[in-house]
């Protein structure tokens, strides 16, 4: 099967800007309290729910799939990047990390009991969410948990040419959150809970967190 094209300018943009994203992106223990607190909530609904192993899905230099283990969780991490893979290894050689794409996971079907998309499709045009929401559906186990969290917008394309003092090609979408929610549910996702954010002094666009669950079978 061909690769989407964005997957390429996606993979290509964070190689290059990957060791300077790891020097200016804060760590988990720096979000703000109710970000903390809706990863601690998600952590919790997993290890409750007892369903399998967690994916940080676009997990970049692995933070927070460490975080996530901290929090108790059998978590790996699978990223696009093959150098934010390499970054992930070498801070947190005790975690498995993989190179992946979330259009197609090398993942079986039911395997997980939870996974995390954190600030990780906002790269993803919206006509292509469906697919990934499915792949997501797929490989987590009935009865487990999603959280996605990212930037939202009214219907907002950006094609930037550089971030962190490096060239890219990616674009961004930045959808409104209902819209978000709606797909998810087109997935088969049961949406539990929502939060959003206004912009802050450290974060300049809506933000916004998710989660859901798989129904049981």
Not at 31 to 55: C, I, K
Not at 116 to 137: C, D, G, I, N, Q
Request: charged share 25%.
């Amino acid at each position: 099967m061909t690769e989407p094209a964005y997957l390429a300018a996606v993979r290509e943009s964070y190689d290059s800007v990957a060791d300077v994203y790891v020097e200016r992106v804060i760590t988990p223990a720096e979000l703000d309290p109710l970000s903390r607190a809706m990863l601690t909530a998600f952590a919790e609904l997993v290890r409750d729910a007892g369903r399998g192993p967690v994916a940080d899905l676009g997990c970049g230099p692995g933070r927070v799939t460490a975080h996530l283990s901290l929090l108790g969780l059998s978590a790996f991490g699978v990223d696009l990047s093959p150098r934010m893979v390499v970054l992930a290894r070498e801070a947190h050689p005790e975690l498995r990390f993989t190179e992946g794409s979330m259009t197609a996971l090398d993942i079986a079907d039911n395997e997980l009991g939870g996974i995390l998309a954190y600030y990780s499709t906002h790269h993803t045009p919206p006509e292509r969410l469906p697919s990934v929401f499915a792949e997501f559906h797929r490989t987590l186990a009935p009865g487990g948990h999603l959280m996605w969290g990212d930037y939202t917008g009214a219907y907002e394309h950006m094609c930037p040419t550089q971030a962190y003092d490096r060239p890219v090609s990616y674009e961004s979408y930045f959808l409104p959150l209902d819209r978000t929610a709606e797909l998810l549910r087109g997935a088969g996702f049961n949406v539990t809970a929502r939060m959003e954010q206004e912009p802050d002094g450290r974060v300049k666009r809506r933000h916004a967190c998710l989660l859901a669950r798989k129904p049981e079978a």
